[in-house]
């Protein structure tokens, strides 16, 4: 089918590009992106908040960790569900967890202690959910790793009943697309946050600003 070629070719592009940024160039990223999230009104009241440790040249979210601590803010990472297929937990981060690198050489909470129930958070009670992403589009759509974690475990959001967390894709400015294809089961974000600057979907925006899409593009790019 083409559409899965176009994603595998896509993600594979998209993945060397982020490998390419240096230390240097990651570090300031990181800090630029920290800033944003920092300053984001809708993150200014979360308690619990999920993130990820970077791989692969993903943008690095970690500078927040010690920053929202000071307000107060839990933090959770997600873990490779055992049994499940293709599911997350996410298990609090505290000075004491005990990382492992997942099968994907991933550092996360072990799988055994991230087995108590204690703890975790099911996904609906987190305030926010920083995702990690390989490419997005100035419409704020996603395209993740494709294994379909985030989309999984996530998917009670597109019901749009009851509680949610917010969900927030994190990337480098270099990661954006012209246009990406969208998938059924792909879960809205709420905004994409990068070192350049914040996309916003339209179905996101209030109606005075919705109709103005350039803008949006051009605020993503920096
Ligand atoms: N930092 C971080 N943590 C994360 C994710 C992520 O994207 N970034 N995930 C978000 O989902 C989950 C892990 N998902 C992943 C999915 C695929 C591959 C991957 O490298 N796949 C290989 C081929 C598969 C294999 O090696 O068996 C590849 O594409 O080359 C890595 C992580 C949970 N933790
Ligand atoms: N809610 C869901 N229920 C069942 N299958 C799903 C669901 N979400 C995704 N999938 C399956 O997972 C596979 C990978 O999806 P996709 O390529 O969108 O992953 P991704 O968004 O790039 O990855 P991730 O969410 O892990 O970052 C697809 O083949 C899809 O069929």
């Given at each position: 089918?083409?559409f ?46 999920a ?6 040249g ?16 839990r ?31 991933i ?36 395209l ?19 509680r ?20 059924p ?21 209030k109606p ?15």
């Amino acid at each position: 089918m083409p559409f899965d070629a176009d994603r595998r070719q896509l993600r594979r592009r998209l993945r060397a590009r982020r490998r390419s940024l240096g230390a240097q160039a990651q570090r300031i990223a990181a800090r630029r992106l920290a800033r944003r999230l920092l300053a984001e009104p809708r993150l200014r009241h979360v308690r619990h908040l999920a993130l990820y440790l970077p791989s692969d040249g993903e943008i690095d979210p970690t500078p927040l960790i010690a920053l929202l601590a000071r307000r107060g803010v839990r933090i959770y990472l997600p873990v490779l569900r055992p049994l499940v297929e293709n599911r997350l937990w996410f298990v609090r981060l505290t000075r004491r967890t005990r990382l492992a690198p997942n099968r994907f050489g991933i550092a996360e909470p072990q799988t055994r202690a991230s087995a108590h129930p204690a703890r975790r958070l099911p996904a609906w009670a987190l305030g926010a959910v920083l995702l990690p992403l390989v490419g997005f589009d100035a419409r704020g759509e996603r395209l993740g790793m494709g294994g379909g974690f985030y989309d999984r475990s996530l998917g009670f959001v597109r019901r749009g009943v009851g509680r949610r967390p917010r969900l927030y894709g994190l990337a480098h400015a270099l990661q954006q697309v012209e246009r990406l294809p969208v998938a059924p089961w792909d879960v809205p974000l709420d905004a994409v946050v990068s070192d350049a600057g914040r996309v916003v979907p339209s179905h996101r925006m209030k109606p005075e600003t919705a109709r103005n899409d350039d803008r949006n593009a051009k605020r993503a790019g920096g």
